[in-house]
């Protein structure tokens, strides 16, 4: 059915969002393939692996939604991928009330988690909101 799905992605040359928890290799492997045979292009939701994950995906040219989970204090891999990557290669997402941010836990508050990736990056949350605004327009709106 994954496959179905994303075969109809690029059929329609649509984006396409996965959400992938407790199985890197396998996801991984799919999106490659389906990403091979031509896809627009995609978002890594709620990403939560480890930075040699994120650098296969974003070799792909894909982006990597990043959440509440960055602003909690155990979140040391999520952290050092928003520290890798390239900001040009992530949008802002939220998954409240599960994810919400610390530390209005059970809120929709993104600015948290674009001042956190600010932070992290050396840069002013404003800088962060530009540029993963423009991100998920040109992904999502095909601006």
Known sequence: VFRQQMEIARELHL?????????????LDL???CVNRGMYGGIIH???YGKEMAREYLNMGLCLGIG???????????KEVVE???LEQIVLETDSPYLSPVPYRGSLNLP???????????ISSEEVVRVTGDNARRLLLRK
Not at 112 to 122: Q, T
């Open 112 to 122: 948290l988690v674009a001042e956190e990736i600010g932070r992290i990056k050396g």
């Open 31 to 33: 999106v490659k393939d």
């Open 68 to 78: 509440g989970v960055v602003t909690f204090n155990n979140a040391r891999k999520v």
């Open 46 to 48: 709620c990403f939560s």
């Open 15 to 27: 984006p396409f969002m996965v959400h992938s928890r407790e199985a890197a290799a396998d996801t």
């Open 84 to 86: 890798y990557a390239p």
